[in-house]
C-alpha cells in the first residue's frame, strides 16, 4: 500500500520528468554539442537516447515492481542492503549543497535579460524562487505535475516557434547529414550532452505517488526520455541552420540570440520567461524528489520521527521545510564564497553518475530474465560514464569512501557496546 496520495497520471508524470530533464540544458547544450561535433551531433543524439534507454528501462522496471518514496537509495537497499542504502542516500542528498546552488544562479540569470539587477538582487530571485517551489510542495504532487505540464507545453511550443518562423528544415541542413569520416566527432559531443539526462533518479522518488505505477511509471518515464531527446534534437537542427555557435560566448547564449534573430527585440522577454520556468520545473523535481527520500527514511526509522509528518494535504511538508531551508543557505554560502556554477556542476556531476551505476547494478540483482541483461548493459554504460569524467569524479569518490569509512566506525562501535 502507498504511503502518499496515489493521484499522478501518465501525462503529469511524463510533464514532471520531461521538464526536469529540459532544464537548463535545452539553453546550451545543443550548442555546445554543435560546436563539439558539427552537423554529426544530430546523430549523437540518437546515440545518446539509444545509450540512455537501457538505464531509462531500466529504472521504469525497477519503479514498476518496487514503487517508494526511497527512490534510488531504496532500490540499492533492496539489493545489497541498509548499509548501501545509507550511504546513497546520503551521496544522493550530498548533490543538494553544491547542484541546487548551481540550477538558482542559472535560474535567477534569466532575469538579467529584463532588468540591471545588483548581486543581493539574483540572491532575493534565487531565494523567492525557494519560497515558490515550498508553496507549491504543500500541494499534493498532482499540482507539480499540472504546472509543469504547462512549463512543458510552453518548452515544445517555444522550439516549434523557432522552426515556424525560421521556416525549418532547410535543404542546406540536412536532418540526418550523411557521417563519412565524422564518427570520431561523437564522443567528443556525447560527453557534454550526457548530462541533459541526468534526472531520471530523481523522478524515480515519485514513483510511489502514482495512481497506476505498474503501467503509468514505466511509461512516463520512458516517454519523457524521448520527448527531451525529441526537443534537443529539433534544437540542435535550429542551432546548425542559423550557425549559433561556435565559442562559449556563443554556445551559452545560442538560444537566446536564435530567438532575437527571428522574433527581434520583443524576444528578450520570451527566453527570460521559459528559460527562468524551465529552471523552477527542473528544480521544483528535485527538490520534491529530496523531500521524499527524507521523509521515507523518517517514516521507516532511520531518519528523527518528526520529519516523518505530513500536512493535511498528506505531502511531506516538514521534510520539504527542510531541504528548503538548506537550500537557501547553501545558496547564501555560495553567494558569500562567490562559488562559480561550473565548480558548484563539477562537483555534482561524480554523485549522480555513482547513484545510476548503483541504480543499475541493483537492477542486474532484482531484476530477472531479459531485464537483467539490459541492467548489466546499463551498469557498464554508467563505468565508462564514470571513468569519462577522470577528476571530477574524485569529490564523489571521495565522499563515498568517508561516508563507507564513518559507517564502518559507527558499527564497530555498535558491535563493541
Known amino acids: 500500500m502507498s504511503r502518499l496520495n496515489k493521484e499522478l497520471g501518465l501525462l503529469q508524470g511524463i510533464?514532471?520528468?520531461?521538464?526536469?530533464?529540459l532544464g537548463t540544458g535545452i539553453f546550451v547544450v545543443p550548442a555546445l554539442a554543435a560546436t563539439a561535433a558539427g552537423q554529426a551531433s544530430l546523430w549523437a543524439w540518437l546515440v545518446l537516447i539509444a545509450l540512455v534507454l537501457p538505464v531509462a528501462f531500466t529504472f521504469a522496471q525497477l519503479g514498476k515492481r518496487f514503487p517508494h518514496a526511497?527512490?534510488?537509495p531504496h532500490l540499492i537497499g533492496r539489493a545489497f542492503g541498509q548499509r548501501l542504502e545509507g550511504v546513497s542516500a546520503l551521496?544522493?542528498?550530498?548533490?543538494?549543497?553544491?547542484?541546487?546552488?548551481?540550477?538558482?544562479?542559472?535560474?535567477?540569470?534569466?532575469?538579467?535579460?529584463?532588468?540591471?539587477?545588483?548581486s543581493a538582487g539574483l540572491l532575493a530571485i534565487q531565494l523567492a524562487t525557494l519560497g515558490a517551489i515550498l508553496l507549491l510542495g504543500q500541494r499534493p504532487a498532482r499540482a507539480s505535475g499540472v504546472l509543469q505540464g504547462l512549463i512543458a507545453v510552453a518548452i515544445v511550443a517555444s522550439v516549434a516557434l523557432i522552426w515556424w518562423v525560421g521556416d525549418l528544415p532547410r535543404a542546406s541542413q540536412p536532418l540526418l547529414p550523411p557521417l563519412s569520416g565524422q564518427w570520431q566527432l561523437l564522443p567528443a559531443a556525447l560527453g557534454v550532452m550526457f548530462w541533459c539526462f541526468v534526472g531520471i533518479e530523481a523522478f524515480t522518488h515519485l514513483g510511489e505517488e502514482f495512481k497506476r505505477p505498474?503501467?503509468?511509471?514505466?511509461?512516463?518515464?520512458?516517454l519523457g526520455v524521448l520527448l527531451a531527446g525529441l526537443v534537443y534534437w529539433a534544437c540542435s537542427v535550429a542551432v546548425l541552420s542559423f550557425a549559433t555557435h561556435g565559442d562559449v560566448h556563443s554556445?551559452?547564449?545560442?538560444?537566446?540570440?536564435?530567438?532575437?534573430?527571428?522574433?527581434?527585440?520583443?524576444?528578450?522577454?520570451?527566453?527570460?520567461?521559459?528559460?527562468?520556468?524551465?529552471?523552477?520545473?527542473?528544480?521544483?523535481?528535485?527538490?520534491?524528489?529530496?523531500?521524499?527520500?527524507?521523509?521515507?527514511?523518517?517514516d521507516e526509522g532511520k531518519l528523527p520521527a518528526p520529519l516523518a509528518r505530513r500536512n493535511g494535504q498528506g505531502v511531506p511538508a516538514r521534510a520539504l521545510l527542510l531541504v528548503v531551508a538548506s537550500c537557501a543557505l547553501c545558496a547564501l554560502l555560495a553567494a558569500v564564497l562567490e562559488l562559480s556554477v561550473d565548480d558548484l556542476i563539477r562537483y555534482a556531476n561524480g554523485n549522480f553518475v555513482l547513484i545510476y551505476l548503483f541504480s543499475m547494478a541493483a537492477g542486474a540483482v532484482l531484476l530477472r530474465g531479459v531485464w537483467r541483461w539490459l541492467a548489466g548493459l546499463a551498469t557498464l554504460l554508467c563505468a565508462a560514464v564514470l571513468t569519462m569524467l577522470g577528476g571530477d569524479?574524485?569529490?564523489?569518490?571521495?565522499?563515498l569512501g568517508l561516508l563507507l569509512l564513518l559507517d564502518q566506525l559507527r558499527a564497530t562501535r555498535r558491535s563493541l557496546a
Do not use: K
Not at 548551481?102 to 539587477?117: K, Q, Y
Open 91 to 118: 551521496l544522493f542528498l550530498a548533490v543538494l549543497p553544491v547542484g541546487l546552488p548551481a540550477a538558482l544562479h542559472i535560474a535567477s540569470g534569466f532575469w538579467l535579460a529584463l532588468f540591471d539587477l545588483s
Open 70 to 72: 526511497g527512490g534510488a
Open 393 to 399: 569524479a574524485l569529490y564523489a569518490l571521495v565522499l
Open 214 to 222: 505498474e503501467r503509468d511509471f514505466p511509461l512516463a518515464l520512458l
Open 251 to 298: 554556445d551559452t547564449t545560442a538560444l537566446p540570440r536564435l530567438f532575437e534573430l527571428l522574433l527581434g527585440e520583443r524576444a528578450r522577454v520570451l527566453v527570460a520567461l521559459v528559460g527562468y520556468l524551465a529552471c523552477f520545473a527542473s528544480m521544483n523535481v528535485y527538490i520534491q524528489g529530496f523531500a521524499r527520500l527524507i521523509w521515507s527514511l523518517a
Open 15 to 21: 510533464a514532471l520528468l520531461s521538464t526536469s530533464l
